[in-house]
Protein backbone atom coordinates (compact mmCIF):
# COMPACT_ATOMS: atom_id res chain seq x y z
CA UNK A 1 0.00 0.00 0.00
CA UNK A 2 1.15 3.79 -0.76
CA UNK A 3 0.27 7.21 0.46
CA UNK A 4 0.04 9.79 -1.32
CA UNK A 5 0.27 13.71 -0.76
CA UNK A 6 0.45 16.32 -3.07
CA UNK A 7 1.64 19.85 -3.11
CA UNK A 8 2.68 22.67 -5.12
CA UNK A 9 -0.69 24.27 -6.12
CA UNK A 10 -2.00 28.07 -6.15
CA UNK A 11 -3.38 31.08 -8.34
CA UNK A 12 -1.10 32.01 -11.03
CA UNK A 13 -1.64 34.39 -14.39
CA UNK A 14 -1.98 32.33 -18.13
CA UNK A 15 1.49 32.01 -19.27
CA UNK A 16 3.20 31.26 -15.82
CA UNK A 17 4.37 28.15 -14.30
CA UNK A 18 3.94 25.69 -11.24
CA UNK A 19 5.58 22.58 -10.32
CA UNK A 20 3.17 19.85 -8.42
CA UNK A 21 5.17 17.45 -6.38
CA UNK A 22 3.24 14.28 -4.95
CA UNK A 23 5.11 12.63 -1.76
CA UNK A 24 4.68 8.78 -1.98
CA UNK A 25 5.20 6.33 1.59
CA UNK A 26 6.39 3.58 2.10
CA UNK A 27 9.35 1.53 0.30
CA UNK A 28 7.81 0.36 -2.63
CA UNK A 29 7.57 3.29 -4.55
CA UNK A 30 9.66 2.20 -7.60
CA UNK A 31 7.12 -0.52 -8.11
CA UNK A 32 4.23 2.05 -8.74
CA UNK A 33 3.72 2.82 -12.32
CA UNK A 34 2.41 6.85 -11.69
CA UNK A 35 0.36 9.51 -12.96
CA UNK A 36 -1.62 12.97 -12.92
CA UNK A 37 -4.86 13.23 -13.06
CA UNK A 38 -7.56 16.40 -12.98
CA UNK A 39 -10.96 17.50 -12.33
CA UNK A 40 -12.85 20.66 -13.39
CA UNK A 41 -15.43 21.95 -11.42
CA UNK A 42 -18.64 19.72 -12.89
CA UNK A 43 -16.46 17.67 -14.97
CA UNK A 44 -15.53 13.96 -14.90
CA UNK A 45 -11.43 13.72 -13.80
CA UNK A 46 -9.17 12.73 -16.38
CA UNK A 47 -5.50 11.70 -17.44
CA UNK A 48 -3.00 14.19 -18.00
CA UNK A 49 0.48 12.39 -17.46
CA UNK A 50 1.98 9.24 -16.57
CA UNK A 51 5.52 7.73 -16.22
CA UNK A 52 6.64 4.17 -15.76
CA UNK A 53 8.07 2.71 -12.98
CA UNK A 54 11.73 3.97 -13.45
CA UNK A 55 10.84 6.89 -15.41
CA UNK A 56 12.20 5.91 -18.60
CA UNK A 57 9.00 6.33 -20.50
CA UNK A 58 6.24 9.34 -20.03
CA UNK A 59 2.85 9.81 -21.91
CA UNK A 60 0.63 12.84 -21.68
CA UNK A 61 -2.78 13.97 -23.03
CA UNK A 62 -2.83 15.69 -26.15
CA UNK A 63 -4.49 18.82 -24.06
CA UNK A 64 -0.64 19.28 -22.03
CA UNK A 65 1.95 17.40 -24.39
CA UNK A 66 4.64 20.12 -24.48
CA UNK A 67 3.69 22.33 -21.92
CA UNK A 68 3.71 19.60 -19.13
CA UNK A 69 6.83 17.35 -18.00
CA UNK A 70 6.18 14.51 -15.50
CA UNK A 71 9.44 13.12 -13.86
CA UNK A 72 9.88 11.07 -10.82
CA UNK A 73 12.97 10.57 -8.03
CA UNK A 74 12.68 6.98 -6.91
CA UNK A 75 15.50 7.65 -4.05
CA UNK A 76 13.05 10.75 -2.60
CA UNK A 77 9.90 8.95 -3.15
CA UNK A 78 8.36 11.63 -5.58
CA UNK A 79 6.74 12.25 -8.55
CA UNK A 80 6.20 15.62 -10.32
CA UNK A 81 4.76 17.80 -12.47
CA UNK A 82 6.26 21.03 -14.11
CA UNK A 83 3.28 22.94 -15.76
CA UNK A 84 4.29 25.91 -18.49
CA UNK A 85 2.57 28.29 -20.16
CA UNK A 86 -0.43 27.64 -18.49
CA UNK A 87 -4.38 28.42 -19.38
CA UNK A 88 -7.15 29.36 -17.77
CA UNK A 89 -8.52 25.45 -19.02
CA UNK A 90 -6.14 23.84 -17.10
CA UNK A 91 -7.57 25.38 -13.46
CA UNK A 92 -8.71 22.21 -11.93
CA UNK A 93 -8.17 20.21 -8.67
CA UNK A 94 -4.86 18.18 -9.63
CA UNK A 95 -4.55 14.41 -8.35
CA UNK A 96 -1.31 12.08 -8.40
CA UNK A 97 -2.00 8.38 -8.38
CA UNK A 98 -0.41 4.78 -8.31
CA UNK A 99 -0.92 1.54 -10.15
CA UNK A 100 1.03 -1.56 -10.41
CA UNK A 101 -0.05 -1.60 -13.96
CA UNK A 102 1.12 0.48 -17.39
CA UNK A 103 -2.02 2.80 -17.41
CA UNK A 104 -3.91 6.34 -18.38
CA UNK A 105 -7.04 5.16 -17.37
CA UNK A 106 -8.27 6.75 -14.46
CA UNK A 107 -10.28 2.99 -12.93
CA UNK A 108 -6.82 1.26 -13.12
CA UNK A 109 -5.02 2.96 -10.70
CA UNK A 110 -5.40 1.56 -7.00
CA UNK A 111 -4.03 4.74 -4.87
CA UNK A 112 -4.71 8.62 -5.15
CA UNK A 113 -3.30 11.81 -3.01
CA UNK A 114 -6.40 14.20 -1.53
CA UNK A 115 -5.59 16.48 -4.65
CA UNK A 116 -4.14 20.55 -4.72
CA UNK A 117 -6.13 23.09 -6.51
CA UNK A 118 -4.65 24.87 -9.26
CA UNK A 119 -6.22 28.30 -10.72
CA UNK A 120 -4.82 29.88 -13.67
CA UNK A 121 -5.98 33.63 -14.38
CA UNK A 122 -6.75 34.62 -17.43
Known amino acids: QVQLVESGGGLVQAGGSLRLSCAAS????????MGWFRQAPGKEREFVAAITWSGGSTYYADSVKGRFTISRDNAKNTVYLQMNSLKPEDTAVYYCAATTRATTLTFEYDYWGQGTQVTVSS
Open 26 to 33: GRTFSSYF
